[in-house]
């Protein structure tokens, strides 16, 4: 039986593709209140028949796949480290990040620990949900090994910053602020992808074909990006291609930053309208941006 308090999840950057950690690395922990959604082995067994027989035979192991999503609430940006491979800061071709993560459980008489090696993040979140709520980022990806211990690899755990509230998000389009903002979700997607060989686990990470996303809604406030999705800014009936602008998501507590995120590029993909007959709600737009070209904060600044 397990009870609250008796968790532990850090993480610490791979030298290389299931190579281990540095010597002494500095163990993170995500940030606060986090939540491990899914911590999944699978050993993809095949199921061995007879012609003769109607049940199965023997079970197979094959390639192992792990998949490990963790969020919590945003508090500061060592994650860059994870998820950006050009510098912390963008994305590059080559190879991907990875990293091991600990998760550790004391139960009733004892500690169990899974070490998850060769971590690669492939989906991150960043979302804001109004000024009542905190900002939570969420990261998905695949891993390629995990060792059981009976104790906790990280004896000190670096806990970094405070807990981004809501009313410390900020958005701009094209140089326009989003100053009635209901929601943001920056999406990055396919960040990396396993490559595989003849062995039972995977042979390395690289970058995918990253996918770049800003969807939002505001309370309508002026047609800006009415005109965006016309074409361009300005623009009053639909246009043969659509402009891109740029935009520009920042994350602050008390007016310092957190963490932020350039946008070289964004252009709507579509754009709706919500609630424009309701006497109880605010007429809203609802937008999804595709973009590119980012750069994050430093983790290291």
Do not use: C
Not at 180 to 206: C, H, M
Not at 268 to 295: A, C, I, K, M, R
């Amino acid at each position: 039986m397990t009870g609250a308090g008796a968790a532990s999840v850090a993480w610490a950057p791979e030298t290389s593709y299931l190579g281990g950690t540095a010597t002494d690395p500095t163990y993170r922990e995500p940030g606060s209140n986090i939540q491990v959604e899914d911590a999944e082995l699978s050993r993809n067994l095949l199921e061995i028949y007879a012609p003769n027989d109607p049940e199965t035979q023997a079970l197979l192991a094959q390639n192992l796949e792990g998949q490990l999503s963790i969020s919590w609430i945003l508090t500061n940006d060592e994650f860059h480290r994870l998820i950006f491979n050009d510098g912390n800061t963008g994305f590059t071709s080559g190879l991907a990040n990875s990293a091991e993560v600990y998760l550790g459980v004391d139960y009733s008489s004892a500690t169990t620990e899974r070490q998850l090696k060769g971590w690669a993040p492939a989906s991150v979140q960043i979302q804001y949900n109004g000024p009542t709520e905190t900002v939570r980022v969420t990261v998905t990806g695949a891993y390629g090994d995990e060792v059981k211990n009976t104790s906790l690899t990280a004896g000190t755990i670096s806990k970094t910053g405070d807990e981004v509230p809501g009313h410390g998000a900020s958005l701009t389009i094209n140089g326009v602020a989003m100053t009635k903002l209901q929601s943001a979700t920056l999406s990055f997607e396919n960040i990396s992808r396993l490559q595989l060989g003849p062995s039972q686990k995977p042979v390395d990470a690289v970058t995918g074909n990253v996918s770049t996303s800003v969807d939002i809604t505001s309370i309508y406030d002026g047609p800006e990006q009415y005109s965006l999705a016309l074409g361009s800014s300005g623009a009053t009936s639909v246009q043969q291609d659509v402009g891109e602008v740029s935009a520009s998501l920042t994350f602050d507590v008390a007016g310092s930053e957190v963490a932020s995120y350039d946008i070289a590029g964004v252009a709507p993909d579509t754009y709706n309208w919500q609630d424009l007959v309701n006497p109880d709600n605010d007429l809203q737009e609802s937008v999804n941006f595709l973009g590119h070209s980012v750069t994050g904060s430093d983790p290291a600044v």
